[in-house]
């Protein structure tokens, strides 16, 4: 079956400095890739859809400039947490659709926790 | 804007019994999909199950089930006979059209526990 894995699982960072999170499609092409991010006990909310090589589209409320993503290539997108504080501690998670079947596969998730 | 409510967060079953996860959905768009999700406790999002608007029967996988009443607007989540291994959150979803801007949304989730 399709996957979709993230870098890093987990990751510890302190105030003020950025982190990067991977998150890969290993065996199919990604022309969509999608940020979702969950605070403890709640749902997936989705922060941004990101399309191979454009501009990434995201929703109301999410800082564009805080959030940085880049889909680089088909199989690869990055979301880059700029500035990190700790109430941007949160569980990360991708999601790549199949451009040719258009199914949506989920990564494994990324916790962040900033100190 | 498409909406997906569910309005129980927390239930217990008795194991070997079926249970019974609500999810009502609103959308305008005459072609969505709807899906359910576990979450256990690690966070990995497991896809359950998937039912088309437009698909005339209710969908199954093994012990799930889809009660799709679309006149309703609901897409509840049906397990049968339940076993310990089900505790873990359940997220229902949907996702307006087939474009390649179609983006799948999370209802609140509700917390099943199975009771040994």
């Known amino acids: 079956g399709a996957v979709v894995s993230q870098h890093p699982s987990w990751v510890i960072c302190k105030s003020g400095t950025s982190v990067k999170i991977e998150c890969r499609s290993l065996d199919f092409q990604a022309t969509t890739m999608f940020w979702y991010r969950q605070f403890p006990k709640q749902s997936l909310m989705l922060m941004a859809t990101s399309n191979e090589g454009s501009k990434a589209t995201y929703e109301q409320g999410v800082e564009k400039d805080k959030f940085l993503i880049n889909h680089a290539s088909l199989t690869l997108s990055t979301l880059t947490v700029t500035s990190a504080h700790p109430e941007d501690s949160s569980f990360y998670i991708c999601?790549?659709?199949?451009?040719?079947?258009?199914?949506?596969?989920f990564g494994p998730g990324t916790r962040l926790t900033v100190t | 804007a498409q909406k997906i409510t569910q309005t129980q967060p927390g239930m217990f079953v008795q194991e070997k019994e079926a249970v019974t996860l609500d999810c009502t959905y609103d959308?305008?768009?005459?072609?969505?999909?709807l899906f359910w999700y576990k979450q256990p406790s690690s966070g990995e999002m497991i896809f359950l199950i998937y039912?088309?608007?437009?698909?005339?029967q209710n969908a199954t996988e093994g012990r799930y089930s889809l009660n799709f009443q679309k006149a309703r607007k609901s897409a509840n989540l049906v397990i049968s006979a339940s076993q310990l291994g089900d505790s873990a959150m359940y997220f229902c979803?949907?996702?307006?059209?087939?474009?390649?801007?179609?983006?799948?949304?999370f209802g609140s989730g509700t917390r099943l526990s199975i009771r040994p």
């Open positions: 039912q088309g608007s437009y698909d005339q």
């Open positions: 979803a949907m996702r307006e059209g087939y474009s390649s801007a179609s983006k799948i949304i």
């Open positions: 959308t305008s768009d005459p072609s969505y999909g």
């Open positions: 999601s790549a659709r199949n451009g040719e079947n258009y199914e949506q596969y």
